[in-house]
C-alpha cells in the first residue's frame, strides 16, 4: 500500500515535489529504487532531473559512476546537469568517480565553470586513490586551478 501511494506521489506532484521526493528516495541507499529514479532522468523539468542525480548520487553503483562520467564530459548538456554529475561524481567518492572528475578536469578548458565545480568536488573527496591524479591536474590546464587545493588532495 504505501509502495503504491509513494509512486502515485511521485507520478501527480509538482516537479520541485518530485524533485525532492527524487532526492528522498535516494537518500535510502536502496538499490532497488534506482528502479525508480532512473524514468525520472527524462523529466522534460530540470529540477526533477538533478532531483533524480541527486538520488541516484547517495545510492551509488557502477551504472551511476557511467551516467555521471558521461554527463560531466558532454558539453551538451546544460551547465546546471554537468555541475550536478560532478558534484554526484564527488558524491560518489570512489576510485573511478575521482578518475572521471580528473578526466573532466584534464580534458576540458578550465574557463568552464562545471569543470570548476568538478575539480572543487574532487578536492573534497578523501582517500588514496585520489593521490594519484595530483600530478596529472598539475600538469594539465587546470594547474592553475589545483595549485590552491594540492594541500586538501595531498592530506592523509
Known sequence: ECVAALRKVLGTAPP???????????STGNPAA????????????????LGAMRGLSSIGGHEVEELLSRLVRDESQPE?????????????????????????????DMKDPTVRCSVAALAGATGAPA??????????????????????????
Open 80 to 108: 546546471r546537469i554537468r555541475t550536478e554529475a560532478a558534484l554526484g561524481l564527488g558524491t560518489l567518492g570512489t576510485p573511478p568517480a575521482r578518475e572521471a572528475l580528473v578526466d573532466a578536469a584534464v580534458g576540458l
Open 131 to 156: 593521490l594519484t591524479v595530483t600530478p596529472r591536474l598539475a600538469s594539465s590546464r587546470a594547474a592553475d586551478l589545483v595549485k590552491p587545493i594540492t594541500p586538501a588532495l595531498e592530506a592523509p
Open 34 to 49: 534506482k528502479d525508480w529514479l532512473w524514468p525520472l532522468l527524462q523529466d522534460p523539468d530540470q529540477g526533477v532531473v
Open 16 to 26: 520541485d515535489h518530485q524533485a525532492f521526493i527524487a532526492q528522498l528516495i535516494g
